[in-house]
Nanobody
Framework: QVQLVESGGGLVQAGGSLRLSCAAS????????MGWFHQAPGKEREFVAA????????YYADSAKGRFTISRDNAKNTVYLQMNSLKPEDTAVYYC??????????????????WGQGTQVTVSS
């Protein structure tokens, strides 16, 4: 089992920035693929970004490219999502996710095994 706890959500004006954090426990963090998803009201959960265990591979949804950066600190068992140039359409609950080694590249098409509880991000216009 993997336990994931997100933090860092909140209310921000359009054009602003937020950094989400996700603390993991329960398995060897450094080998896990990690990712972020979001779910807006009335919509399905969507892939945002993923990162390989070493941090050497990062993958983004088109909507996130150029604005969001996923990173990880394996010494702290934490993955981050730096979100810049936020737009009202980024408003959603953001979920941290974890999956088995080697799965980061396919996290956008195959739902991961473990999920956090989510953190709300609201972007005002």
């Amino acid at each position: 089992q993997v336990q994931l706890v997100e933090s860092g959500g909140g209310l921000v004006q359009a054009g602003g920035s937020l950094r989400l954090s996700c603390a993991a426990s329960g398995r060897t963090f450094s080998i896990l693929a990690m990712g972020w998803f979001h779910q807006a009201p009335g919509k399905e959960r969507e892939f945002v970004a993923a990162i390989s265990g070493s941090g050497g591979g990062t993958y983004y949804a088109d909507s996130a490219k150029g604005r969001f950066t996923i990173s990880r600190d394996n010494a702290k068992n934490t993955v981050y999502l730096q979100m810049n140039s936020l737009k009202p359409e980024d408003t959603a609950v953001y979920y941290c996710a974890a999956d088995r080694p080697g799965s980061a590249q396919r996290m956008g098409v195959m739902l991961p095994s473990w999920w956090g509880q989510g953190t709300q991000v609201t972007v005002s216009s």
